[in-house]
Structure formats: structure tokens, C-alpha cells
């Protein structure tokens, strides 16, 4: 299957397609902005999940040529979604594999310049795995997005590779909290305080709070109480296409 996939790459990322879920605003649950999320689908073997050719491609050779797919047709979606929703933000997972490529920063400032996207509207999210590139080179290219005012967050807090450490060493404008930490968060004081902590921490390094993983509305009273910014989570929406995201309202 891996191998059909690859194919897939080559000719022009056929079957690739990104579904888009809204991230509201904590107060008010009007929409901040949508994470861009990738699916595989074909005939033969049907809708493949992100973590059954991500992880793995991501070690490949083409794996610049999907990077690339990726960032530029959120992009020209994020054209689309900001005529309708002229503040939002388009946030998209980034791999190692496509930061540590020579030239990143020039690839993103052209598609930018490719599709009109502005970088203000752009954020860039970087997980765990992102931690297996040298720390300084990390925090240069980090540096360099947000000097052209691109956002950048740390995706899944609190778990893997993404820690305290990297927070405390690298600049960031947002922090997503793992949805393990808030799976239970109605019943746990203990996921409470571990909330309202790294909500402290990311407030002390002036970044803001995204929590995913927010599936009903007592999770929502919980979270309110807490200095959380912005949530995510299948109680708003399920990831969906571009065409069925821009016929809802949110
Ligand atoms: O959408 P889903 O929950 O199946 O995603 C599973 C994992 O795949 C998540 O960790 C997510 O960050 C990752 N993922 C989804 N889309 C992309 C993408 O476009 N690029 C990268 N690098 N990872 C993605
Ligand atoms: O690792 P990352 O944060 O990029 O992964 C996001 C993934 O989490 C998406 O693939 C999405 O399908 C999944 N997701 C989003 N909201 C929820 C939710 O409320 N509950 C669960 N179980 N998964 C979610
Ligand atoms: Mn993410
Ligand atoms: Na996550």
C-alpha cells in the first residue's frame, strides 16, 4: 500500500486532499481559525489516516514534493476561507523532514507569494518529532518565520518530544495542549491543575493556549475557568472538506 501511495506522490499528489477543523475562541466559540488535515483516499484502499503514511514518508525522498503539496494547497483553500472569514487563521502541521530541507523559508515566502495568502493569517505547527532536528537550527528557523509574521505552535504539549524544555528554549505564539490532558477534565482535579499550569507557563512566555480534543460542553464550563485561549475539538466539528467547511456557518 505504501508503495501505491508513494506513486501517488509522483503524480501529482493524486488522492491527497486536506479536510479543515475550526479552532473558536474560548469566550465566545466564534471561529479563531481551522487546522488543515490530510487524508489519502483511493479506490482500491479506501480513506487512508495521516498516521498510516505521514510517519512514514516523511523518512522518503518525495516527502519535500507532499510538504510541498501540503503548504500550498492550504494555502489556496485559506484564499477561499478568507473571503468568508477575513481574521482567520489557517494553521498547518509541518513534518521535520520539511523544516530541516535547506531552502524552507524561501519555499514558504513563495508560495505565500504564489497563492496571496498573507503571513499574518499563517500559522505553522510544529510537534514532537520536530524536537529530532538540532535545537539551535530549530530556534533560528523559528526566529526567521516569525520575523516575516508567521505564527508558529507547539502541537501536542505535553507529550513525546514536545516538553517543558523546547517551550522554555523556543518562542512560540501558540501552545496546543494535548486533548490527553483534557480527556478527563470534567472529573480530574488533577488534569485541572496541569491545565491551569501550562496555561501559567505559556501566559509568563506571553504565548497563547489552544486546547484540543474538546468533545463536549462541560469540558467547555471547565476550560473557561482556566486561561486558555482558543479550543478544538470534535464538539464544534469533525476535520471536514474545504466545500462542506465553507457551507456551514461557524
Ligand atoms: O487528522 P488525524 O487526527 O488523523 O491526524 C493524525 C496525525 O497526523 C496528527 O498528529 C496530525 O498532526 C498529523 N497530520 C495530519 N495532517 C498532517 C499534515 O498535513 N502534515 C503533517 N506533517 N502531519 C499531519
Ligand atoms: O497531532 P494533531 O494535534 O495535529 O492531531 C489532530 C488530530 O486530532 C486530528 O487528526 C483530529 O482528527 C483529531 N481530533 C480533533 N478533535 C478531536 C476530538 O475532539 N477528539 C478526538 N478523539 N480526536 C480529535
Ligand atoms: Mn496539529
Ligand atoms: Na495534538
Redesign the pocket.
Known sequence: RLNYIRNSVNEGCKGFF??Y?PIVFTDDCKLKGV?????WKDDKYGLV???DF?PVL?QDALFPTL?RW?LYT?MKDGMELIKKYPDIIVS????YA?LEKEGFIEEVMSILEETGFPAKNLCL?I?ERCRLIDTELLKNLIMLLRNHGIKIAL??FGTGYSTLGILREIEVDTVKIDRTFVMNIEKSERDRATVKCISEIADAYGAEVCVEGVETEAMIEQLRTLKVNSLQGYYFSK?ITLEDFLGKEF
Open positions: 486536506l479536510c477543523q487546522e488543515a488535515l490530510i487524508r489516516p495521516p498516521n505521514i516523511e510538504g501540503i492550504a498547518i502541521n509541518l513534518s520539511q505547527e510537534t502541537d501536542d476535520p
